[in-house]
């Protein structure tokens, strides 16, 4: 079983729609996670980190359930410009300075 | 403000030749650095990291190597290129809010 898992899509939703993903991972033992965001043919960014039961960042929130194990990332009021392969990633080191474990990314589409 | 630098942009080498990359970062010091590959349609993976100057921790056994000659300097290095090392490849440092990325270098191996 793959560390960190998620749905590899594609998400197709239009502008305005909202937009839900999940993540699950394996290791109990991780502290921290990451969404990030890759567009095509660059580098990951980081878009929110998830230290707690979950985070709020405009029209992103996070959430992480430690009991089941899965992390979840909520697009609000979707844009064009959100359209993107979303990276689910899991720390076991507790810090960010530790290693860190990506999942497969999923992959949205927002269309006009 | 912290920035990090990749060189070269994209890359096309011959299968045996050797390869070097550079990953050098500004506005910090003693960062932790980690050299990461994304091969085409697949997820990052953690190649090499290190904590400072000459440390350096490998990850997959492999046809790579890394080093840090300097404390903002990351290296990854190749005697002889197979096929299977095309991909993009990533280095990152860390902070306490998370990871950042440069902005990779894509190598084709043909």
């Known amino acids: ?112 | 403000s912290q920035t990090i630098h990749q060189w070269p942009a994209t890359l096309v080498q011959p299968v045996g030749s050797p390869l070097s990359l550079e990953c050098t970062v500004e506005g910090t010091s003693n960062p932790n650095l980690y050299w990461y590959r994304q091969a085409a349609g697949r997820g990052l993976q953690l190649l090499f990291y290190s904590v400072g100057i000459g440390q350096i921790s490998s990850e997959v056994p492999q046809n790579l190597s890394a080093s840090r000659p300097q404390d903002r300097q990351f290296i990854l290095s190749s005697k002889k290129l197979l096929l299977s090392d095309s991909g993009f490849y990533l280095c990152a440092w860390s902070h306490p809010s998370g990871q950042f990325f440069g902005p990779g270098t894509r190598l084709t191996v043909l």
């Open chain 1, 1 to 112: 079983r793959k560390e960190v898992e998620q749905d590899p899509g594609p998400f197709n939703v239009p502008e305005g729609a909202t937009v839900a993903f999940n993540c699950t991972y394996s290791n109990s033992a991780s502290q921290s996670f990451f969404w990030y965001r890759q567009d095509c043919r660059k580098e990951p960014k980081l878009l929110m980190s998830v230290y707690s039961s979950g985070n709020e960042d405009g029209r992103f929130t996070a959430q992480l359930n430690r009991a089941s194990q899965y992390i979840s990332l909520l697009i609000r009021d979707s844009k064009l410009s959100d359209s993107a392969t979303y990276l689910c990633v899991g720390n076991a080191g507790g810090t960010s300075y530790g290693k860190l474990t990506f999942g497969q990314g999923t992959i949205l589409t927002v269309h006009p």
